[in-house]
C-alpha cells in the first residue's frame, strides 16, 4: 500500500501561456478545473474533448530523476501538468479510483510527452519522459485541492 502527497498545484488560463503556481485547485466534475484553459475551452486540445483529460498529473520524482540522472532542471510549473504529486505510483493508477484530498479521481490514460514542452524549455528531453509524462484523469467528485493533501486509494 502507498500513500502520497500532493506538492505543487498549476494552471493556465490560456493555450502557451505559462503555467501558475495555485495555493488551491477548484475541480469541477465533469468540466475539469476552475480557471484551466481547458474548462474554458482555450486549450490546445480544447478541439478534441475527452473526459479522461479533466485533470493532469506528474510525479516530483520524475524531476528529481531528470536533473540526477540527465542534468536537467525541470520545475512543477514546467511540466505543464495540474498536480504534482509525491510518492504516488502514477503509472499504476489507469483505470483505478483515488482520492487526492477530498476528491475523487479516475486515472484514465498515462501522459505523453510532447513536443510542445521541449519548445517551451528548450530542452532535449523528449524521450527521458517517455513512460514518465504523467497521468490523465476525470474527476468523478469534485471539491477543492491543496498543497500538502494526501493522495490514496479510496
Not at 468540466?31 to 482555450?42: L, N
Not at 483529460?53 to 505543464?80: C, G, K, M, Y
Not at 495540474?82 to 484514465?108: K, M
Request: charged share 20%; aromatic share 6%; hydrophobic share 35%.
Amino acid at each position: 500500500m502507498w500513500s502520497g502527497t500532493v506538492h505543487a498545484l498549476h494552471l493556465a488560463p490560456r493555450s502557451f501561456l505559462p503555467m501558475r503556481g495555485q495555493d488551491q485547485l477548484v475541480l469541477l466534475p465533469g468540466i475539469g478545473i476552475e480557471g484551466d484553459r481547458y474548462a474554458s475551452g482555450e486549450g490546445f486540445y480544447s478541439d478534441r474533448p475527452e473526459e479522461g483529460r479533466q485533470v493532469t498529473l506528474f510525479e516530483i520524482e520524475t524531476l528529481e530523476a531528470l536533473a540526477r540522472d540527465h542534468n536537467v532542471s525541470l520545475s512543477p510549473a514546467d511540466h505543464r501538468r495540474n498536480i504534482t504529486t509525491r510518492g504516488v505510483p502514477l503509472n499504476h493508477l489507469v483505470g483505478v479510483r483515488f482520492r487526492v484530498g477530498a476528491t475523487l479521481l479516475e486515472g484514465t490514460r498515462l501522459s505523453t510527452p510532447c513536443r510542445h514542452i521541449e519548445q517551451i524549455t528548450g530542452l532535449d528531453i523528449f524521450n527521458f519522459l517517455l513512460n514518465r509524462s504523467g497521468l490523465h484523469a476525470k474527476i468523478i467528485d469534485g471539491g477543492i485541492v491543496r498543497p500538502g493533501d494526501g493522495v490514496h486509494l479510496p
